[in-house]
T-cell receptor, first 111, second 113 residues
Framework: QQQVKQSPQSLIVQKGGISIINCAYE??????FPWYQQFPGKGPALLIAIRPDVSEKKEGRFTISFNKSAKQFSLHIMDSQPGDSATYFC??????????FGAGTRLTVKP | EAEVAQSPRYKITEKSQAVAFWCDPI?????LYWYRQILGQGPELLVQFQDESVVDDSQLPKDRFSAERLKGVDSTLKIQPAELGDSAMYLCASSHQGWYGYTFGSGTRLTVV
């Protein structure tokens, strides 16, 4: 079922550093690309999302970069903080339906 | 802040027993989703409802899983009989018309022994 490939599986970053998580998709019909953040014992929470008509979207310390021709998108977390330690999932959907998730990246930010 | 409510939070059941999970979406959200998340993996869609109608259940193992949303509000997901491989987190999510982002509940952690 998985149509979205995510890397790396795990990532360790020092406080204040930049965290970068990458995703690649196959289906060119996807038109919505969100990132979700999940803490242990909780459901995923929408962090930031982008449509394919823009190449970048920034919200606070979080930025999505989107490369339509390469069918890739990435999440950048600037000035990473220990509170950012969580599992991050990229996802893609068509018109908001049948959201397909990546396998997740476990981020650890060391103080 | 409005939340998607799920119960129970945790469920331990024996193999071959029946188990049911309940979800109450955010008020006014017409679309409801059930996802299964195996430990260490991303969520996978099981079934999508639009109001009381099933929109997509192509990934639902229909020989043992069933889902309903009788009045178009809350929903129940049932497994009968449960198998060891069903151990996972079962997540419910909802969204409203025209909004692509999903709001997830905290899930039900199922352990089949």
């Amino acid at each position: 079922q998985q149509q979205v490939k995510q890397s790396p599986q795990s990532l360790i970053v020092q406080k204040g550093g930049i965290s970068i998580i990458n995703c690649a998709y196959e289906n060119t019909a996807f038109d919505y690309f969100p990132w979700y953040q999940q803490f242990p014992g909780k459901g995923p929470a929408l962090l930031i999302a982008i449509r394919p008509d823009v190449s970048e979207k920034k919200e606070g310390r979080f930025t999505i970069s989107f490369n339509k021709s390469a069918k890739q998108f990435s999440l950048h977390i600037m000035d990473s903080q220990p509170g950012d330690s969580a599992t991050y999932f990229c996802a893609a959907s068509i018109g908001g339906n049948d959201m397909r998730f990546g396998a997740g990246t476990r981020l650890t930010v060391k103080p | 802040e409005a939340e998607v409510a799920q119960s129970p939070r945790y469920k331990i059941t024996e193999k071959s027993q029946a188990v049911a999970f309940w979800c109450d979406p955010i008020s006014g959200h017409a679309t409801l989703y059930w996802y299964r998340q195996i430990l260490g993996q991303g969520p996978e869609l099981l079934v999508q409802f639009q109001d009381e109608s099933v929109v997509d259940d192509s990934q639902l193992p229909k020989d043992r899983f069933s889902a309903e949303r009788l009045k178009g509000v809350d929903s129940t997901l049932k497994i009968q009989p449960a198998e060891l491989g069903d151990s996972a987190m079962y997540l419910c999510a909802s969204s409203h018309q025209g909004w692509y982002g999903y709001t997830f509940g905290s899930g039900t952690r199922l352990t089949v022994v």
